[in-house]
């Protein structure tokens, strides 16, 4: 797949993870609230925090961009059982408008791990 591609969708997940991810750390109400609902605050809004800054940072590398994708992809799979089952698609009457983002992010991710899928340790040497 052509570069100029992959290299977006790089750019446009850590355009949505990086400052989602930082809003964790500055007590943003929403992000308090969905971590309160699910029982994970303040611990889990930190720990998710990190990881979404990390995915971000990673994908806008060129060693580690499979790494980064791969690390997103937990992190989008995460938020989607926890919108199915606890939260639901609708969070304080956002009318689910955080969902697109969310899946736009997972299914990037998911191109980008496959198409940089060398770059994964033990993985890569086997596809």
């Not at 990881?51 to 992190?75: N, R």
């Not at 969310?102 to 991710?109: D, T």
Request: aromatic letters at 8%; charged letters at 10%; proline letters at 5%.
């Amino acid at each position: 797949m052509n570069k100029k591609i992959v290299w977006t969708l790089q750019i446009i997940v850590a355009a949505i993870l990086l400052p989602v991810g930082i809003a964790k750390f500055i007590h943003s109400p929403g992000a308090v609230y969905v971590f309160t609902e699910l029982g994970m605050e303040p611990a889990g809004r930190y720990i998710i925090g990190i990881c979404e800054v990390l995915s971000g940072l990673l994908v806008l590398t060129e060693a580690f961009a499979a790494m980064g994708a791969f690390l997103g992809i937990g992190v989008m799979i995460g938020a989607l059982i926890a919108h199915t089952t606890v939260l639901g698609f609708s969070v304080q009457g956002d009318g689910g408008k955080h969902i697109p983002p969310l899946l736009l992010v997972l299914i990037s991710c998911c191109i980008i791990t496959w198409i940089r899928r060398k770059q994964l340790p033990f993985i890569g040497k086997t596809f």
